[in-house]
């Protein structure tokens, strides 16, 4: 080929750097920080383990180990940069990383013939890996809600164009916000976003000089790219080139929606890419975890809790006449039938008059919903906005019929409404609490109801379930969307 042939980028478009605010450095943990932290949050509860067992040299032990320990954690990538929702869970990354290292210091203490107990250097080990998972995730905390956001520039055919900004704009858990679109072809885009540009429907020349153009005339950081038949893969190849070129980063739009990172491993086969995706979580420890954490919590919680149950059940009963408890018949995983209890915080015969209130329903899904429902007592509306009508279900939790964390236990007359898509809700036990109820609760519509329950169902793990945990108190205290 000839020198004069070979691809470069065809314009040059430079970003006015003097006009550009510097960039934010990184609010991330500086890595000689996290090198320190995992050398002595290993090294010196190993030290104190070994020589509390009168175990040989434990000094020098437990230097070694702190040494090994790092370089695992190095050579696993642990110190590098990583873009927003790329790095793993700190558990389960901490958990790999400490598997290796049990495997390389048996290798080693096996070759040079150490006097150490086995069983006493594993045990020396364990503080170190519960210092790691508690430092990655006060990391993790503490990026996440100091990232900066990343300005993105989206470029597409409209309709692929269109649902990634709606759906990057409608939503705050991420850092991502799309500030201008490049569409690909004659059709506009409807996502009210300001148009920088256009590429013709075929590839030309000016590809590269359009996108760069829009990119720095909004100030973005990012190119999000919604491939199409119009987007093959030699114009995106060589769109990247010039974006690259320019100094942009580039990121592509997979169709795979609601997938959890984790679960997503990148490979490369014969010049294509692929995604393997691991199914989702049935059985294996994490749910053997589940149950335990479940039937444990549920039974603290009773016990703890007692108190306020018995103080609130006196209330219901003298506030209205009726039971003090709710049952109502709820579908759990696999659409088995069971007994759900609540606090009553309706009058007795509530159910009887719900189709005299059937017209006044503002769900436009099976689930009925009410802001201002008559049947609802006076002491009910500080129970439902406090969410403590919902403690007896601990009761369900500990016979297994429920979850502390799952998707919302439908009764009978929803599940018959429902389709395919909307069944798959009903593969795990349902939960006490989830992710619909920190994300807005009754707020929300039936489909993003659905969407935030399927979501969980996929992509549930023991770290997540704690998460939710936690951010259930923060919903439960300014009581959005419960009523």
């Known amino acids: 080929m000839a020198p004069e042939r070979v691809w470069s980028t065809p314009t040059t478009v430079e970003r006015d750097h003097a006009e550009r605010p510097p960039a934010k450095k990184s609010s991330g943990p500086r890595v000689p920080f996290l090198v320190l932290t995992d050398l002595l949050g290993l090294g010196v509860p190993a030290w104190l383990v070994l020589r509390a067992g009168d175990q040989p040299g434990p000094l020098a032990a437990g230097a070694s180990a702190a040494l090994v320990w790092t370089g695992v954690r190095a050579a696993r990538g642990r110190y590098e940069r990583r873009l927003p929702g790329e790095a793993p869970g ?275 899904g099976p689930m009925f919903k009410m802001r201002r429902d008559p049947r609802v007592t006076r002491i009910g509306h500080a129970l439902r906005r406090t969410s403590v009508d919902e403690l007896p279900q601990l009761l369900n939790v500990l016979r297994g019929d429920m979850s502390l964390v799952g998707p919302r236990p439908p009764l009978p007359e929803e599940v018959s409404h429902y389709d395919e898509r909307e069944l798959r809700r009903l593969a795990v036990r349902p939960g006490l609490t989830g992710l619909w109820q920190v994300s807005g609760r009754s707020d929300l519509s039936w489909q993003e109801t659905v969407s935030l329950d399927l979501w969980y169902v996929d992509n549930w793990s023991v770290v997540t379930d704690m998460g939710l945990l936690a951010r259930t108190v923060r919903a439960v205290t300014d009581g959005r969307g419960a009523y």
């Open 90 to 364: 700190a558990a389960r990354a901490s958990s790999g990383d400490w598997l290796v290292l049990v495997g390389l210091l048996a290798v080693l203490l096996a070759v040079t013939g150490g006097d150490l107990d086995p069983a006493a250097a594993v045990a020396a080990l364990v503080p170190g890996l519960a210092v790691a998972v508690l430092a990655g995730t006060a990391g993790g905390l503490r990026t996440a809600g100091r990232r900066g956001v990343r300005r993105v520039l989206v470029v597409g055919e409209a309709a692929g164009l269109d649902r990634a900004v709606r759906l990057l704009n409608s939503r705050e858990d991420h850092p991502y916000t799309a500030v201008a679109v490049v569409p690909v072809g004659p059709a506009a885009p409807d996502c009210g976003t300001p148009v920088t540009g256009r590429l013709a429907p075929r590839p030309a020349d000016d590809d590269v000089s359009t996108v760069l153009g829009g990119a720095f005339a909004h100030d973005a950081d990012l190119v999000l790219v919604a491939p199409g038949p119009q987007l093959d893969d030699d114009r995106l190849r060589r769109l990247a080139w010039g974006l690259h070129d320019g100094g942009l980063a580039l990121c592509v739009l997979s169709d795979l929606s609601g997938v959890a990172a984790a679960r997503v491993r990148p490979a490369s086969a014969a010049g294509l890419t692929l995604l393997h995706v691991a199914p989702p979580l049935r059985r294996g420890p994490q749910a053997v975890l589940k149950t335990v954490v479940d039937r444990a919590g549920a039974a603290l919680g009773l016990l703890v809790l007692a108190p306020l149950l018995f103080a609130v059940a006196l209330a219901v009963r003298l506030s209205s006449p009726g039971p003090v408890f709710h049952r109502q018949i709820r579908h759990g995983r696999h659409n088995r039938p069971f007994t759900m209890w609540k606090f009553r915080t309706m009058v007795a015969d509530a159910e009887s008059r719900r189709e005299q209130l059937s017209a006044a329903n503002e769900s436009e």
